[in-house]
């Protein structure tokens, strides 16, 4: 048997990735207890999704488990042993502004939780390659000290800075900057993902993620930026811009673009190996023309209000240089433009929220 394991299996990442690797494993074993539904209540439940991927591939097993609880992982790890070729950790609780109300449950889910795949990982199936969903929040503000200028419809980079042709890369420090609560926890899980690398040897990588979007995000208003805000256009509900002239920049990638680096990744693991993995130069927007995208496809009057209070931690502009990635991986590079991509989440959360005729 030749087995995946995801973590976070009915979110956005995870559930791409069961269905990107149905036809390459003879088993897929989701892990996923719906926590984003306690996190974000109703909106960010992804219990459709589950359904969803149980009606669809029939070699997809769930199990409701707790990443922070040891036992309920050991109990899956003994029943698949080393038959697990591929850990795919993607399980997280993904928000600044909610982790600073429960830092226990967001250190417990995102630092706790890894080092708990980790250890399992290496206690029952060493030789499998773990995969960590990591993001670009680990550079915390750092981003936001780089030479910006403004412009009509968002913040760029100096022109002449070494960022400007392709974006931000790896060696971007980690330290001596403020994280926010989340990504400060997720830090942690980072550094950890890459020691269990680099110290035991284990076949681990870590992907620091730019905006990860797609048609299966269960968007809420303080998680999942283009998701959310494309069922606001759909809804009319009013979308608030927090701070920043609503000039920020974000880069976006499509979720199978990026379960296809995870799986160029896998067939050549490079232990304790970091990437920064988004949109890049080829996809990426700021909040402003995300909203002119958004009209443009749904055919709607964006509904939204301006707060000039920014979050905590927010990047002003952040654009992933995915260079190291595709030197290491040349087979590799990006299916879905920007507009395709926002155009399959309009597509797909229509057809989940208006009633059909």
């Known amino acids: 048997?030749?087995?995946?394991?995801?973590?976070?299996?009915?979110?956005?990442?995870?559930?791409?990735?069961?269905?990107?690797?149905?036809?390459?494993?003879?088993?897929?074993?989701?892990?996923?207890?719906?926590?984003r539904q306690y996190f974000f209540g109703?909106?960010?439940?992804?219990?459709?999704?589950?359904?969803r991927l149980a009606e669809t591939y029939s070699n997809y097993q769930h199990r409701t488990a707790d990443i922070r609880e040891v036992p309920q992982l050991e109990t899956i790890f003994q029943e698949f042993g080393t038959d697990i070729k591929l850990v795919l950790h993607t399980a997280a609780q993904p928000s600044h502004d909610w982790a600073a109300r429960e830092p226990f449950t967001d250190f417990g889910v995102n630092a706790v939780g890894t080092l708990n795949m980790l250890e399992m990982t290496r206690q029952h199936c060493p030789e499998a390659v773990f995969i960590f969903t990591s993001t670009n929040k680990v550079y915390g503000d750092n981003?936001?000290?780089?030479?910006?200028?403004?412009?009509?419809?968002?913040?760029?980079?100096?022109?002449?800075?070494?960022?400007?042709a392709n974006g931000i890369d790896e060696h971007m420090s980690l330290d001596h900057t403020k994280h926010s609560v989340f990504g400060a926890s997720k830090v942690a899980a980072d550094i950890m993902v890459q020691e269990y690398g680099r110290y035991f040897g284990m076949n681990t990588g870590v992907f620091r993620g730019g905006c990860l979007t797609g048609p299966n995000h269960s968007g809420a208003q303080l998680h999942g930026f283009l998701s959310y805000l494309m069922k606001c256009a759909i809804t009319g509900n009013q979308y608030t811009i927090f701070g920043y002239k609503g000039k920020q920049v974000r880069d976006n990638i499509h979720s199978w673009d990026l379960v296809n680096m995870f799986w160029h990744f896998y067939q050549n693991p490079r232990p304790g190996e970091v990437y920064n993995a988004g949109g890049g130069r080829y996809a990426n927007c700021s909040m402003l023309e995300a909203i002119a995208l958004c009209e443009e496809i749904s055919g709607n009057?964006?509904?939204?209000?301006?707060?000039?209070?920014?979050r905590s931690g927010d990047h002003i502009w952040y654009i992933s240089d995915?260079?190291?990635?595709?030197?290491?991986?040349?087979?590799?590079?990006?299916?879905?433009?920007?507009?395709?991509?926002?155009?399959?989440?309009?597509?797909?959360?229509?057809?989940?929220?208006?009633?059909?005729?």
């Open 1 to 35: 048997m030749k087995i995946a394991l995801v973590t976070g299996s009915a979110g956005l990442i995870g559930s791409e990735a069961v269905a990107f690797f149905a036809d390459k494993f003879d088993l897929v074993v989701g892990i996923d207890n719906n926590m």
């Open 143 to 164: 981003p936001n000290f780089l030479p910006l200028i403004e412009t009509e419809t968002r913040w760029e980079i100096d022109q002449n800075h070494p960022y400007f």
């Open 42 to 51: 109703a909106d960010g439940s992804t219990e459709w999704n589950r359904n």
């Open 301 to 310: 009057k964006f509904n939204y209000q301006y707060s000039e209070t920014n």
């Open 322 to 357: 995915l260079t190291k990635f595709k030197q290491h991986y040349p087979g590799w590079d990006w299916t879905f433009d920007l507009k395709e991509t926002m155009t399959q989440i309009h597509d797909s959360m229509a057809a989940r929220l208006l009633p059909t005729t």
